[in-house]
């Protein structure tokens, strides 16, 4: 359990005080936000007109169509609603690996007294030339992710089986973000599985408390990059030890 709690102050630290790294923090959330905005805004526009199409064409009742037009209304951003909350994280989780890559390499090489470059437009370049490759890992852990989600979300049919499935739905949330550490120092499968058990309690409580934060809407888009940040410097202490 050590250092799960103090590692907060110096993760946020490294966002913070770094103004390419706040622009690696903010980009992606930026990014997906308006992306959702300008799908829905689209969805509920396309949706209306098409809804008010028909019910001028098929309703004679003025009081009718128009308890009609708002019945559909509501249905449309109810499902819009669930769309987001489905997708939302995942989305961001593709759109930010790019970024959260370059981020937790930047704050590796910090901590262990390298050099970090601080011109802005270098990084971004540097940001898209591993882009094909950190997009090719982060799909295979959205692949990995759903399976397990799966798996947790039939797990919790069974009130017994209940703890096991949020158990398996931290650790699978802490894993995602030490990939970032383990692929970039070359890590082979059984050593990465050994630092996952190695350290289960601390991955467990850390797991947890992301997993709160990516429930509360507008704060899971900027959890990605907190959470590389946090593991990262997690990662690294315990590499020193």
């Known amino acids: 359990m050590k250092n799960v709690f103090s590692t907060w102050p110096e993760a946020l630290r490294h966002i913070f005080k770094d103004p390419i790294n706040l622009f690696l923090f903010l980009a992606p959330a930026l990014v997906s936000l308006s992306l959702y905005a300008l799908m829905g805004g689209y969805v509920l ?36 609603f669930l769309l987001v909350n489905w997708t939302f994280v995942l989305c961001v989780g593709i759109i930010a690996s790019p970024f959260n890559d370059m981020l937790s390499s930047r704050i590796e090489k910090k901590m262990r ?25 982060e799909l295979k852990k959205i692949a990995v992710i759903v399976v397990f989600t ?17 158990l398996l739905l931290s650790l699978l949330m802490s894993a995602q973000y030490l990939d970032y550490s383990w692929s970039r120092n070359d890590w082979e499968a059984g050593k990465c599985f050994k630092d996952i058990f190695t350290h289960m309690p601390s991955n467990i409580v850390s797991g947890l408390m992301f997993l709160a934060l990516i429930a509360v809407p507008f704060i899971n888009a900027l959890v990605p990059a907190v959470a590389t940040s946090y593991y990262t410097v997690l990662w690294i202490k315990r590499q020193s030890v």
């Open 150 to 166: 799966l798996f947790a979300t039939i797990l919790n049919f069974f009130p017994i089986f209940y703890p096991i499935a949020i």
């Open 45 to 80: 526009t396309k949706g209306m007109s098409t809804a008010e199409m028909l019910i001028m064409k098929y309703v004679i009742s003025k009081s009718a169509g128009l308890f009609l037009y708002y019945l559909i209304s509501g249905l449309l951003m109810f499902l819009f």
């Open 113 to 137: 007294g390298g050099f970090v470059e601080k011109n802005r437009s270098v990084a971004i370049k540097d940001i898209f030339s591993h882009i094909g490759k950190t997009l090719k890992n």
